[in-house]
Structure formats: structure tokens, C-alpha cells
């Protein structure tokens, strides 16, 4: 890859050190000009040349050198009937930020509160912004580029999916991700670069900070999945009982999740329903389902009928014998 210093975007660039200087990772004064000082300082520049750690979140357009370097943010029914997209490219550095902007002003509604003191209003969102960015800028920094497929964020009525390609890194397990683990790096060169924007960190709490922020803000715990060669991370609408992940509504019926409840809906009137049929009516990956199918056996609120391969799942009030 022979590609010029000059074209990396100066002003990517001046964002980079501007946003890290303000997180205290950047010392102040540094010369935004001296474009190969400040990627040799990052070990990204290579015989005189920038590398690919260097193009993706410096260079105007990234995705002219790799297909994966760009985000796609879809909004979409109950049925997956895509209704509206958009792309958001351009130096990768910008674009968790970009994303966001995006995201929050077409794809995410708020709700109007008022509290305090004030009769002024205020804007209230279903999903945690800071929650929101720390997935985004996981999935950025994170993924396999050279599958070169961008993160795709597909927006449903109750739930947020953001799809990111190549999975865990080697060493790293789903279970891994909700406990305390050791921060285990694909793209360690951009990373570096990204954590002296101040966007991540170096001790791997960026999904309990996930964790944390969705729990405070009402939404059930998040749910991630390996599908596809790649890794799903899901976010449901929250409840409107903030500081909890559990809606009052579901306690009372031993339900766990929102998608405890979105399951017993779809299986309502049906006198069965198997896992793959409640996998593709609720577009939820169906490890998952029968994660809560289990657990809706468990709590009493389903039976199981059938055996091995021909199992299905029916609600226990409805079924009849």
C-alpha cells in the first residue's frame, strides 16, 4: 500500500489531538502539522508511508482502501422490512461521534420530561447514549478489517442490534464479556489510537460500563452473540422504571427480560411454536431464544412438548390436551 502522508485528512488529524489532549492523553502543544512526527509517535507510519492503522481513521476516505471502514445504521419493522439507511463514512476517527449524531437525531426518539424546579423540558432517551458509544467504538476498533464488511446498527421498535464482523479476539469467550477479563486486543496499533483519543481503555471495562449505564437508565442487561462471523451485540428499549433491569410488569410473572415478555406475546394464540419460527418472527438469534425459553420453563410460564429435534414450546395456560 503506497500511500502519500499529505492525503490524510489535516483535519481528522487536529480532531484526533484536539479530543485527546482533552481526555489527558495528548500532551498540549502538540504540532498538529507535523503529520509524520505525529504518526511515527503512533508507530503507524512505515518506510516513510502511512500504514493501514494510519488510513482508516486518518485518511478522508478509508473505505476506498477497505469496505469495512464504515458504518451503516438501518431502521427496520417487526417483519425486518428495511424502512430507511444511511451510511456514515469518512476518517474512522469521526465516526463513532458522526454515528451517534445520526443515530440519535433519526433513528432513536426522545421523550419530553419535566422535573426539577423548572417547568422547562427536557429530552429523554430509551437507550443510554454513553452505553450506545462505548458499542459503537468497540465495534469500530474491534473488529476483522479484513473481512471488510462495516458495523451495521439495525433500529427496531423495542431493540437496538449493532453487528460488528470477525468476532471475539482469540483468547475471548461471550462469558467472558460480563465479568472481569483481561483486555485482549485485534487491532492493537488502532486501538492505541483510539485510547489517546480518549475513546476507549486499556482495562477492558468498556461492557461493564455498558453493563452499568443500562441498568441506571432502565434497560434489561444487553445480550451478545457470535452469528454470522461476527459478533451481535443487542440493546432492548428500556422499561419506565429506571434504575432497573427488570420491568415491574415482568417481576410479577417471574419474567426475566423484556424479551421474556416479547416471546409469550408471539406465542399467544399459537398452540405451539418452535425455536426457529420464534427466531425469525422476533429476528433474535436463536441461541438466545432458547436461553429464554429455558428460562420461561423454569418460571413456569411455558411447557415443553415434543422431544430432541421435533421439540416445541407452548404457553401453559393455553395448552390444551
Not at 492523553?25 to 518506510?47: F, H, M, Q, T, W
Amino acid at each position: 500500500m503506497d500511500i502519500p502522508v499529505e492525503s490524510l485528512s489535516r483535519d481528522a488529524i487536529g480532531y484526533f489531538i484536539e479530543t485527546g489532549e482533552k481526555a489527558g492523553r495528548i500532551p498540549e502543544g502538540i504540532d498538529g502539522s507535523d503529520v509524520p512526527a505525529i504518526l511515527s509517535r503512533y508507530r503507524i507510519l512505515k518506510n516513510g508511508r502511512p500504514t493501514m492503522a494510519a488510513v482508516l481513521p486518518f485518511h478522508e476516505d478509508p473505505y476506498s482502501f477497505n469496505y469495512g471502514a464504515m458504518v451503516k445504521i438501518g431502521r427496520f419493522d417487526s417483519e425486518r422490512t428495511l424502512l430507511r439507511d444511511d451510511m456514515v463514512s469518512g476518517p474512522m476517527i469521526e465516526v463513532p461521534e458522526k454515528a451517534m449524531r445520526l443515530l440519535y437525531s433519526n433513528y432513536i426518539p426522545p421523550t419530553y420530561g419535566y422535573g426539577g424546579l423548572t417547568v422547562s423540558g427536557h429530552m429523554d432517551y430509551d437507550y443510554p447514549e454513553k452505553a450506545v458509544r462505548e458499542l459503537i467504538v468497540n465495534s469500530v476498533v474491534h473488529m476483522d478489517y479484513s473481512l471488510q464488511q462495516p458495523v451495521e446498527i439495525s433500529a427496531f421498535d423495542d431493540r437496538m442490534e449493532m453487528f460488528s464482523a470477525g468476532g471475539l479476539p482469540k483468547g475471548l469467550a461471550i462469558p467472558d464479556l460480563k465479568k472481569r477479563h483481561r483486555s485482549i486486543r485485534r487491532n492493537e496499533t488502532l486501538a492505541s489510537v483510539f485510547y489517546s483519543a480518549g475513546y476507549v481503555e486499556n482495562w477492558a471495562q468498556g461492557i461493564a460500563k455498558v453493563m452499568k449505564e443500562c441498568a441506571e437508565n432502565g434497560n434489561p442487561e444487553p445480550e451478545f452473540s457470535l452469528e454470522l462471523g461476527g459478533l451481535m451485540a443487542t440493546m432492548y428499549k428500556r422499561s419506565r422504571n429506571p434504575g432497573s433491569t427488570i420491568p415491574e410488569h415482568s417481576r410479577s410473572r417471574g419474567l426475566e427480560t423484556t424479551l421474556d415478555q416479547r416471546i409469550l406475546e408471539a406465542m399467544s394464540g399459537s398452540a405451539t411454536m418452535s425455536t426457529k419460527r420464534l427466531s425469525e418472527k422476533l429476528g433474535v438469534p436463536s441461541r438466545t431464544i432458547r436461553r429464554h425459553l429455558a428460562h420461561l420453563v423454569e418460571a413456569g410460564q411455558i411447557v415443553r412438548v415434543g422431544s430432541n429435534s421435533s421439540t416445541e414450546y407452548a404457553i401453559k395456560d393455553e395448552l390444551t390436551v
